[in-house]
């Protein structure tokens, strides 16, 4: 009998296991109301008699982002808090980049979704390290797909010879992002010199020189 409730607890855990995520929605669609001052998790609906078909179309991505700066990328977002309220209860969001030649998304995660990112135009080189170290990474071209899995380091660097430009998918309505060296070497408050230098093998000099070029993380 013990058996039997052990087996049974085991199951119920993998079943919850994989079926974490963003909760499913209870109704068809739930287009956001962003002038709503109501908070909780997730954002208040538009009543349904006010929903249009415009409300489930997305435009943004007709634009270029602004790839004049030191990473040389630019970013505009699809996301249910900013510009498409149609993807509030979803648990999808979407994002654009624009990279200038050479430009780099640097090393980050996402705590809450896997992204699947395709390539638009030029050339991208990706990758993402595991929990053991490996590096999985590839050189993506027009039409490409590549998958990043939830939590785990990635990148992305234009390697062709000219602009690029990139669309990602993630499948979580808020999937968080953080920058693993403005993470670091950026957080408020400092981590402690010390911590830094032991783990990255390094003097403080260095360590206080590389915390100097972050601004302090949002």
């Known amino acids: ?53 415009d409300d489930f179309v997305f435009k943004g991505f007709r634009a270029s982002a602004d790839t004049n700066n030191p990473l040389g990328i630019g970013i505009i977002p699809g996301f ?43 050339e991208v080189y990706v990758g993402f390290v595991d929990t053991a170290g490996k590096l999985f990474a590839a050189k993506l071209k027009t039409g490409d797909f590549f998958l990043f899995p939830v939590g785990l380091v990635h990148f992305q660097l234009n390697v062709g010879s000219g602009h690029a430009v990139t669309v990602s998918v993630l499948n979580a309505q808020n999937p968080g992002v953080q920058l693993m060296a403005s993470a670091l070497f950026g957080s408020t ?19 206080k020189m590389i915390k100097k070029g972050f601004m302090p993380a949002m």
């Open 189 to 207: 408050p400092e981590i402690k010199d010390e911590v830094l230098s032991r783990a990255f093998g390094i003097k403080d000099d260095m360590t």
């Open 1 to 53: 009998m013990a058996k039997l409730i052990v087996g049974i607890v085991a199951v119920a855990f993998l079943f919850a296991f994989v079926s974490a995520g963003d909760a499913g929605p209870i109704n068809d669609y739930c287009v956001a109301d962003l002038k709503s001052p109501l908070l909780f998790n997730g954002l208040a609906c538009k009543a349904p008699s006010m929903v249009m078909s």
């Open 80 to 122: 249910a808090s900013v510009n498409y309220p149609a993807l509030n209860t979803q648990g999808l969001s979407l994002a654009k980049f624009n990279y200038a030649k050479g430009g780099l998304v640097p090393p980050h995660t996402h705590a809450r979704a896997s992204e699947v990112i395709t390539v638009m135009k030029g």
